[in-house]
């Protein structure tokens, strides 16, 4: 059942997600037939024709061309916006997959900037890093917390503090500690080398992440903790004389399920931090790739939804797996039985 609730929710999900790429798809190849248009009224010797077709239905030729001509080269025109997004949130992972390098006739909703995995490999390494880094200093946190009753008083007040400060913040302090010290200049301007070498570069980033997300996670495995600690079997197991030890061991088996849960959420939360720090360190993934979908100049907007597609497809695709994988755990490791 917990299966089906979380598949059901990724579908909605990604059906809310096809309904704005498919409309800004839709409008995009709307905004490029009525170029075509103009071009074919004032340059194509057939426009002569259409115009009086058009007459002979009382049409303005524009819209004539919009609804009869267009469609035979745009048939995104006549499909539904829905359809659209989920052919187009497909079709942009396939086309990633081409060595080519060439894609499909949607060329132009790409961009200057074209998808691939390397964008992908680069966020994934910055996002393992990151969490691997948070859980570590989350688990610490919370572990003393749940002992000492003050230091608990100071995680809630710093998962506040830190939560209300972005991320960008950590990055400024970041960029200005490597400009005024000894420290290369090169870490602050995206990634060089490759393999082992590269991850000298994701420190800074990863300490940016870690100061905002660490303490929020602290508290919510705090959190569980303590509530499990106040079970009623927890003073049954003391009462029949098992050592201290013996029962942390079993609050801890209990609490695997719902911390996992709280991880989940922080799992999806810091990949909203991991694209802002990736944009602003140069790491190259899908941080600089979002950047590119939206260019804003003194006489235009362009919109590049296909880059767009495969960046939200990419980030559901994970989300569905880490949540998937997290359902799959809990109904191995609940102690209780799943209800």
Not at 258 to 284: C, R, S
Not at 308 to 324: G, R, W
């Given at each position: 059942?917990?299966?089906?609730?979380?598949?059901?929710?990724?579908?909605?999900?990604?059906?809310?997600?096809?309904?704005?790429?498919?409309?800004?798809?839709?409008?995009?190849?709307?905004?490029?037939?009525?170029y075509?248009?103009?071009?074919?009224?004032?340059?194509?010797?057939?426009?002569?024709?259409?115009?009086?077709?058009?007459?002979?239905?009382?049409?303005?030729?524009?819209?004539?061309?919009?609804?009869?001509?267009?469609?035979?080269?745009?048939?995104?025109?006549?499909?539904?916006?829905?359809?659209i997004?989920?052919?187009?949130?497909?079709?942009?992972?396939?086309?990633?997959?081409?060595?080519?390098?060439?894609?499909?006739?949607?060329?132009?909703?790409?961009?200057?900037?074209?998808?691939?995995?390397?964008?992908?490999?680069?966020?994934?390494?910055?996002?393992?890093l990151?969490?691997?880094?948070?859980?570590?200093?989350?688990?610490f946190?919370?572990?003393?917390?749940?002992?000492?009753?003050?230091?608990?008083?100071?995680?809630?007040?710093?998962a506040?503090?830190?939560?209300?400060?972005?991320?960008?913040?950590?990055v400024?302090?970041?960029?200005?500690?490597?400009i005024?010290?000894?420290?290369?200049?090169?870490?602050?301007?995206?990634?060089?080398?490759?393999?082992?070498?590269?991850?000298?570069?994701f420190?800074?980033?990863?300490?940016?992440?870690?100061?905002?997300?660490?303490?929020?996670?602290?508290?919510?495995?705090?959190?569980?903790?303590?509530e499990?600690?106040?079970?009623?079997?927890?003073?049954?197991?003391?009462?029949?004389?098992?050592?201290?030890?013996?029962?942390?061991?079993?609050?801890?088996?209990?609490?695997?399920?719902?911390?996992?849960?709280?991880?989940?959420?922080?799992?999806?939360?810091?990949?909203?931090?991991?694209?802002?720090?990736?944009?602003?360190?140069?790491?190259?993934?899908?941080?600089?790739?979002?950047?590119?979908?939206?260019?804003?100049?003194?006489d235009?907007?362009?919109f590049?939804?296909?880059?767009?597609?495969?960046?939200?497809?990419?980030?559901?695709?994970?989300?569905?797996?880490?949540?998937?994988?997290?359902?799959?755990?809990?109904?191995?490791?609940?102690?209780?039985?799943?209800q």
């Amino acid at each position: 059942m917990p299966l089906r609730r979380m598949a059901l929710r990724y579908v909605i999900v990604t059906l809310l997600v096809a309904i704005v790429v498919g409309y800004s798809i839709k409008s995009m190849v709307e905004m490029r037939a009525q170029y075509e248009a103009v071009g074919f009224f004032q340059y194509d010797p057939r426009a002569q024709v259409v115009v009086e077709e058009a007459k002979k239905l009382g049409m303005d030729p524009i819209d004539y061309y919009m609804k009869y001509i267009a469609p035979k080269n745009h048939p995104e025109l006549e499909m539904s916006i829905l359809r659209i997004g989920l052919e187009y949130m497909w079709n942009s992972i396939i086309d990633t997959g081409k060595l080519s390098g060439r894609f499909s006739r949607w060329n132009y909703l790409y961009g200057p900037v074209q998808p691939n995995w390397g964008y992908v490999y680069r966020t994934l390494i910055f996002l393992i890093l990151a969490e691997i880094a948070v859980v570590i200093s989350a688990l610490f946190l919370s572990f003393r917390a749940v002992k000492s009753e003050r230091f608990y008083d100071f995680l809630q007040m710093a998962a506040r503090t830190f939560n209300g400060i972005p991320v960008w913040f950590f990055v400024v302090l970041f960029f200005l500690l490597i400009i005024y010290s000894p420290l290369p200049s090169d870490l602050a301007n995206g990634i060089r080398g490759s393999g082992w070498d590269m991850l000298v570069y994701f420190v800074f980033p990863v300490l940016s992440v870690l100061l905002v997300a660490s303490w929020g996670l602290a508290e919510g495995i705090t959190v569980v903790m303590r509530e499990e600690f106040d079970q009623p079997y927890v003073e049954a197991k003391r009462a029949m004389g098992l050592s201290e030890r013996r029962v942390k061991k079993h609050v801890i088996r209990a609490s695997i399920v719902p911390v996992m849960h709280v991880w989940l959420q922080n799992f999806i939360e810091i990949q909203t931090l991991v694209l802002v720090v990736d944009y602003l360190f140069k790491l190259g993934g899908l941080g600089f790739l979002l950047s590119n979908t939206l260019i804003i100049t003194p006489d235009n907007v362009w919109f590049y939804s296909m880059t767009f597609a495969f960046i939200v497809t990419v980030l559901v695709l994970l989300n569905f797996i880490a949540s998937m994988a997290v359902e799959l755990f809990s109904i191995k490791l609940e102690p209780r039985g799943v209800q």
